[in-house]
């Protein structure tokens, strides 16, 4: 042992020390930071929640903002509209009301040189003003008149009212009666067709089927009153779907602007005032920042009422890209809040929807004022936690000091007491087992020195006893490798058994392998042989006929030959030919007739021939096992023709083809081996007469063959069992019982299944499904 390993076992300091790291200070540390890690989880859980929840407090809040000022704007708007709804009623009871004109009222119009009927600039009352596109005569007058009855309460309406500035009246003919007066002929242009101006055409019947009172967009007001919205009724004749006109009262929108402008929001938020267009309509100073605009506040008349929009897209927030996600979630809500980037500040903007006019009260808010409370939280709440940190590193330096100095005391106390233990240890193992003790204070120490005595007797008497048993070992190994030995050749000659016994196993699976082969070839004699009996009858009742036709004209041809020489000798012999040319026509007549039907039977057999003779063939490409595209149908029509012998006695073939059936890919020659299978089965099913129906069709990607018959049908216990291989109902010597297994297994390769449904005494039902895919 080198000096530094001596070193290392002598220093008791280590050894306490690493203790007190391990056992006291390590877990305390764990348990503290496991309470610390706790705490701070639930504090962060806690102070996330109070967080979010004051957050949402503060979006609520600004959300309450914008409703409760679009509810006050909203209810101002529902006053003006109830006022155009009375104001519309009340015109079309004026119209019932005769009224004619005071000369003092009729003295106020005049005709202007382009054709304008109106009122006069300097007198008192509602102004009015007939468009030159209608032609004033004196019906036109007397409608001018018999609404001076609704004068009184235009005025009314105006004065009752701090956001009503104007009301009026525009017919269908473009007759104008408004209240207050002004010179309409320098306002209005001489051709004002009012039908064009969204204050009449938005309560037409197509407009507003409903005939309730509608609200315009914001438009430039004729009559010089600046940005307007008008709560518009339409006015129908008694009784009739007629379109008289329409009633309107003019609110001036900045009235609400002017509102909207002086709300004292919190949190130095701000409001917007937002038409149903997406354009801004009112827009504070405080909100050009943020949204890179500068309001505007000039009009001009003599374009600003041909157009749509009074104001660029720059102030529309359904083409801004900074206000996306407000336009998705004004056209998707009447209310909500939504967060904004604008000019690289993070915002809140809450809106409300403004009913009637459709426009939105917009509040925005920056998110920094809005969340003051919930960040100032998560600032005090992390000061804390570092605080804790710095004060647990704190107190574990002063307690890792004070387990220094105390392992340094316990060391000198121990170190004596040990170096003796080791010397004793020492001792014992140098075969001296009964060293001096050690002298101590410590109990355990003196109880390991006590040990340690006790330890040297007993390993002296353990060490007489095992020399003893290390002789008995050894005369026990040499007992243990004779039966080893005789052990090994018992394994030897049971090894030679079990090789004679594989060679024996293997030569009885070859033999069950080449009757497996054989008992498939006998399946495939079978089918051959019913094949062969099918096509030698089918040929053979042709050929019969054909012979049969071949004899007769043999005798024929003589006879023909024979009148042939008698017309020559009656044509030598004119004094008898009239004798016998009846007879001789009429046997003439007879053995050509009979020829040319003899002809056409043979030429009928010999196709027949010829068709059975090319189905067999292409049956019979059994060595062509290539995928390629196939035609189940000519499949089906080709088997047919094959194995007709097999069922002519006995069944009807019944077929119904999908003449649109698609080509699928599959080896044609292994088809035609399962459809006559299938064939030939049904028809052996049939104990006398019945029907086989064969069906084609597709269904969701596949292909479907069934062939069904009115046969014995095959009983439960035996249905599950049909398609497994040398399984036959049929009496010995009738079948193999593979050939339903061959055909299931051609259709596994093929990707497809066949499906059975059978009732006894009825009929069976095979389904085959091919898929169209590769």
Known sequence: MSSSERQRDQNVFRVLWSTYIRNALIPIIFIELALIAAYLATNYIIREENIATM???????????AKIESDVI??????????????????????????DASEE???????????????RADTQGAAMFYSSITQVGEAEKRKAWQLVQIDPLMKQLVKSSSLVTQAYMNTHDSMNRIYPPFDVLEQYPFDLDVRDYNFYYEADAEHNPERKVAWTDVYIDPAGQGWMASAIAPVYRRNTDFLEGVAGLDIRVSEIIRQVLALNLPWDSYALLVDSSGTILAMPEAAEHDWQLQELTEHDYATAIKQDTFKPEA?????????????????????????????????LAAWSLIPGADWHLLVVADQARLYAEANALKARVDQIAIGMIVGLLAFYLLFMLYLYRKSLQVSLRLSQPMRGLRRMIRAIGDGRYRPEPVATDITELSSVSDGLL??????????????EANRRLARLNQVLEARVEERTRELRKTNVDLQHEREELNRLITELKTTQAQLVQSEKMASVGVLATGVAHEINNPLAFVSANVTILN????????????AAELVSEPDTRHLNDVEQQEHYAEITDSISDLLADSIEGVRRIRHITESLLEFSHSGDTAWQDCD??????????????????????ETDLDTELPLIQAVPAQLNQVIMALIVNAAQAI???????ITTRQSDGDVILEVCDTGSGITPENLSHIFEPFFTTKQPGEGTGLGLAVAYGIINAHQGRIEVESTPGEGSCFSVVLPLRD
């Not at 056209?331 to 690289?344: E, H, I, K, M, R």
């Not at 189940?632 to 073939?653: D, G, M």
């Not at 104990?687 to 129906?693: A, D, W």
Request: net charge negative; proline share 2%.
């Open 55 to 65: 957050q949402r407090s503060a979006q609520e809040s600004l959300l309450e903002t």
């Open 315 to 347: 102030f529309n927030l359904f083409k801004r890209q900074d206000s996306q996600l407000l336009a998705e979630g004004i056209n998707g809500a009447n209310d909500g809040v939504v967060a904004l980037d604008l000019a690289g500040e993070p915002k």
């Open 105 to 119: 009222e009729k003295s106020r119009y005049t005709l202007s040189d382009n054709g304008v009927w109106h009122t």
């Open 74 to 99: 909203s209810s101002q708007l529902n006053g003006v509209a109830e006022m155009a709804d009375l104001f519309a009623a009340l015109i079309g009871q004026a119209y019932d009301i005769p009224h």
């Open 555 to 566: 005798d024929y041809v003589p006879s023909l030959m024979r009148l042939y020489e008698r």
């Open 454 to 467: 006790e330890m040297g007797k007993t390993l002296e008497q353990s060490r007489s006893e095992l020399d």
């Open 632 to 653: 189940l149908n000519h499949c089906i029509e080709t088997t047919l023709v094959i194995c007709r012998h097999e069922y002519k006695y006995k069944a009807q073939i």
């Open 687 to 693: 104990q006398n007469e019945g029907v086989i129906r």
